[in-house]
C-alpha cells in the first residue's frame, strides 16, 4: 500500500474552504466542474465525492492520509485494513461474510468488498452505540 500524509498551511484553509464553497452538481453525472489552468475539467461523481472529502477535511483544518491500494487484496493486507488477525479474516471468508477467491492456491479478496464490509461494521456499531445511548437514557429517567 502506498500512503502519503499531507500537512497543509492554516492558509491553505482558506483556500480549501473556497474550493469546496465551489464543489457542485451542476449537471446529471457530472460531480463537479473546475477549472484547472484555464480549462473545465469535469469530475465524475465519485471522484468529486473523493476530491470534495479531501477539500473539507483541509478546510477545517485537518491533516489528510491518502493511501492507495490495489483492486485485489492478499490476506495478510485485508486484515490489517480491518483491523483484525489473518486466522479471523479466513474465518469470515470461510463463513461467506466476505468474498475471496483463488488465484493458484493463494486467497484473493476485493479491496470493495473490504470497504464494504469496513462499512457495514461501523453502520453496526454506531447503530449498537444510538441503542446504547437510547437504552441509558431510558433507564436514567426512571
Do not use: C, N, W, Y
Not at 49 to 67: C, E, F, H, P, Y
Not at 93 to 98: F, H, L, N, R, T
Amino acid at each position: 500500500m502506498e500512503r502519503r500524509d499531507i500537512v497543509v498551511e492554516p492558509r491553505a484553509a482558506d483556500e480549501a474552504r473556497i474550493v469546496a464553497d465551489g464543489l457542485g452538481d451542476p449537471r446529471p453525472g457530472v460531480g463537479a466542474v473546475l477549472s484547472v489552468e484555464g480549462r473545465t475539467v469535469e469530475l465524475p461523481p465519485a471522484l468529486a465525492d473523493l476530491v470534495g472529502s479531501v477539500v473539507r477535511a483541509v478546510a477545517v483544518g485537518r491533516t489528510v492520509t491518502v493511501g492507495t491500494l490495489p483492486a485485489e487484496l492478499t490476506t495478510t493486507v485485508a486484515a490489517e485494513q480491518l483491523g483484525i488477525s489473518r486466522p479471523t479474516l479466513m474465518k469470515l471468508v470461510a463463513d461467506g461474510k466476505i468474498p475471496a477467491h483463488k488465484v493458484g492456491s493463494h486467497t484473493r479478496v476485493l479491496t470493495e468488498d473490504v470497504v464494504a464490509f469496513r462499512r457495514a461494521r461501523l453502520d453496526r456499531q454506531r447503530a449498537a452505540l444510538a441503542e446504547l445511548i437510547e437504552l441509558s437514557d431510558a433507564l436514567g429517567e426512571d
